[in-house]
């Protein structure tokens, strides 16, 4: 699978040099990141080139082939997945630092058993005056991980602190991985109810169709927090901004375009029906499971082949798995396609444009890191019960209200993008009658 490497190497200090160093690295096939600078002498220069390869067999020939440069010497290679990911990636630290005998009479006894006390006799304030109200309990089984499958919960982890990572980064939400090493429905859900009352809201990641669908529906049922299956309704939210934008910029007017959606997994039946609920006049899909089909034949989705499909819609988004499933010649003049199969798309942007398409995009291009933080976070907010449909359309009209002409989506890493749409879900919440202001406000 594709990989970013970094190289340290050592590199004559003399003109060409490090010139030499980036043809080989062209003529391997390999992408130039970054450039750090370590020292520089009178003689040598000690650099890390940073390189996305296709493999590690790709990183290992490149590695002997920088060697094989004149005077050139490489240090070491590593991925820089497995640098990041020493020791993991997150933690769970106070947000209080107790400096004084006083201040531990506060934190813990005897002042902590009067907030207890208040909590049993008030539990809406435990929204308040413990971390509950800005927290969210991350719960996945492992059985479809980005696009490795089911390769359990524990080797889901890593992704869990990404999305962890990023709640505290982007939103100040502290985000628990909770791993649920289980692949029965029933006992996932008893799980999740019994940890649920430590959290403020439950995102559902990386759990296979169609137990996901099952899973959410009945935890939505038996819990009073928000619960949101981010592959579902994180990605469709991004993606129905995505596609606001892009329609934008190719004069299509989206609530009057046919939509086409091929592949019905979690991603794709979320973004169907999010675009068809939406207010989009037409949506269809192609999927070939019979299951898949009826599941959204119930929410107003048409079923169609993909040849049908791809002639009669004028946007077209594909979350099917399979890499180079739509051809050149299945292009429709003026056709808008988003083909989001990683990290191999159903068909290459550059091809679809080529063929005649008036906007394409891949994967890389919609990114459900600026959903899912901002969503929970207006939801906690606003002491919702749950994520509607208004607020998840909110969601998607301010990160479409967010970008620029020239791109599909904001900026993922400015907090300001998050704020504004977590107001935005906030707002939608108390529109739509599922926010309790009062419980975020209650006083002992």
Not at 83 to 101: D, F, L, Q
Not at 207 to 219: G, N
Not at 311 to 316: A, G, L
Request: glycine fraction near 10%.
């Amino acid at each position: 699978m594709p990989m970013d490497c970094t190289y340290r190497l050592r590199i004559p200090h003399q003109a060409g040099y490090l010139a030499q160093v980036a043809q080989r690295i062209s003529e391997l096939d390999g992408l130039i990141g970054d450039v750090h600078t370590i020292t520089i002498a009178r003689l040598e220069a000690i650099r890390e080139i940073t390189v996305e390869l296709r493999d590690r067999e790709h990183a290992d020939q490149l590695a002997v082939a920088l060697g094989e440069l004149p005077g050139v010497r490489v240090v070491w290679y590593h991925d820089r997945a497995f640098i990041a990911h020493v020791g993991g990636k997150v933690e769970m630290r106070p947000c209080r630092v107790v400096t004084s005998n006083q201040e531990v009479r506060d934190v813990y006894t005897p002042g902590v058993a009067r907030v207890a006390s208040a909590i049993h006799e008030y539990p809406q304030l435990a929204a308040r005056f413990t971390m509950i109200g800005r927290s969210v309990a991350i719960c996945t089984n492992g059985t479809r991980v980005l696009g490795l499958g089911d390769i359990g919960p524990v080797a889901a982890m890593p992704v869990m602190e990404g999305k962890a990572m990023f709640y505290a980064q982007l939103v100040d939400i502290t985000a628990v991985p909770i791993l649920v090493d289980t692949t029965d429905v029933d006992e996932f859900v008893e799980t999740v109810v019994r940890i649920a009352p430590g959290f403020g809201g439950i995102h559902l990641e990386d759990i296979s169709t169609p137990s996901c669908f099952e899973i959410e529906r009945r935890l939505i049922e038996a819990l009073p927090q928000p619960v949101m299956h981010d592959d579902v309704h994180g990605t469709a939210v991004v993606t129905l901004a995505a596609l606001i934008a892009a329609c934008r910029q190719a004069g299509i007017r989206l609530d009057e375009a046919v939509v086409g959606q091929i592949g019905l997994g979690a991603a794709g039946f979320g973004i169907a029906t999010l675009i068809h609920d939406a207010g989009v006049r037409r949506v269809l899909a192609s999927d070939p499971s019979p299951a898949a089909q009826q599941h959204a034949t119930g929410r107003g989705i048409e079923i169609s082949d993909l040849q049908t499909l791809m002639r009669e819609c004028d946007v077209v988004v594909a979350t099917s798995g399979r890499p180079g499933l739509i051809t050149p010649a299945m292009v429709r003049p003026g056709q808008v396609i988003f083909a989001l199969t990683n990290p191999a798309p159903e068909i290459e942007p550059e091809a679809a444009l080529a063929a005649g398409a008036a906007f394409a995009a891949d994967g890389t291009s919609v990114n459900n890191v600026l959903g899912y933080p901002g969503i929970f976070k207006g939801a906690l907010q606003a002491g919702a019960s749950e994520i509607n449909l208004e607020m998840k359309r909110a969601a998607a009209w301010a990160l479409a209200g967010l970008t620029v002409s020239s791109e599909l989506i904001p900026e993922v890493l400015d907090r300001r993008v998050h704020e504004a749409v977590a107001g935005a879900v906030r707002q939608a919440a108390i529109d739509s009658g599922v926010a309790d202001l009062e419980r975020l406000g209650a006083e002992p």
